[in-house]
Each structure stands twice: as C-alpha cells, then as structure tokens.
C-alpha cells in the first residue's frame, strides 16, 4: 500500500512556474513509476509526465519543454517543475503510482493516487 500527497499548487500567472510535490509512504519508492495526471472542470484525467525508478520519462506533447519531472528516492518524493505555465494548464494536479519499470499514460493503468492539488495560471 502506497499513500500518496501533493503539494504545492496554487495561483500564478501566465508565464510563471510553480513546483509540485509528491510524498509517498508505506514502502520505498523502489520498483514504482511516479506519474502526474491533471484533470480541468468537464474534461477527462490526461497524462502529463512519469519517471521510472531508473529515471527514464516520459512527457505529454503539451508540456515538452515547460515540465520537468523528477524524483529522490530517498525522501520518498516526486517533483514536477512547472515553468512558462499557460492558463490551459489549470488543472487539479494528480500524483499516482504503479510497480513496474513500463511508463504508462492511462490513468487506470495506476494502482495508487493522491487527493490532487489545485494549479490556477491566470492570463
């Protein structure tokens, strides 16, 4: 069992950056893929980035070049880097995870979710 929190949305404004957090207990990150979902009022939960415990990622289209996704083993923790954010990007911002090293983008292919954490970029 994995519980998962995010931490570190919040309101920003075009072209700015925030930095997410994901903090994980119950067992070490070992093994596990962390991934970022997001999900906007009436539009269905979308893949934004994941990392393997080895540190090979994955990146949605849409965010190339502006997130950066990464992890410390050690404190149990994924980041996402947010940078040069558009008010597209509004979203409430998932963490989840899954066992293996195959980098998912479906979110049912997750085993274990955080409660989100609510990004705002205003024009």
């Known amino acids: 069992q994995v519980q998962l929190v995010e931490s570190g949305g919040g309101l920003v404004q075009a072209g700015g950056s925030l930095r997410l957090s994901c903090a994980a207990s119950?067992?070490?990150?070992?093994?596990?893929?962390m991934g970022w979902f997001r999900q906007a009022p009436g539009k269905e939960r979308e893949f934004v980035a994941a990392i393997t415990s080895d540190n090979r990622i994955n990146y949605a289209d849409s965010v190339k070049g502006r997130f950066f996704i990464s992890r410390d083993n050690a404190k149990r923790t994924a980041y996402l880097q947010m940078n040069s954010l558009k008010p597209e990007d509004t979203a409430v911002y998932y963490c989840?995870?899954?066992?293996?090293?195959?980098?998912?983008?479906?979110?049912?292919?997750?085993?274990?979710w955080g409660q989100g954490t609510q990004v705002t970029v205003s024009s």
């Open positions: 989840a995870t899954r066992e293996g090293l195959l980098l998912k983008t479906m979110a049912e292919e997750y085993n274990y």
């Open positions: 119950g067992r070490t990150l070992s093994g596990l893929v």
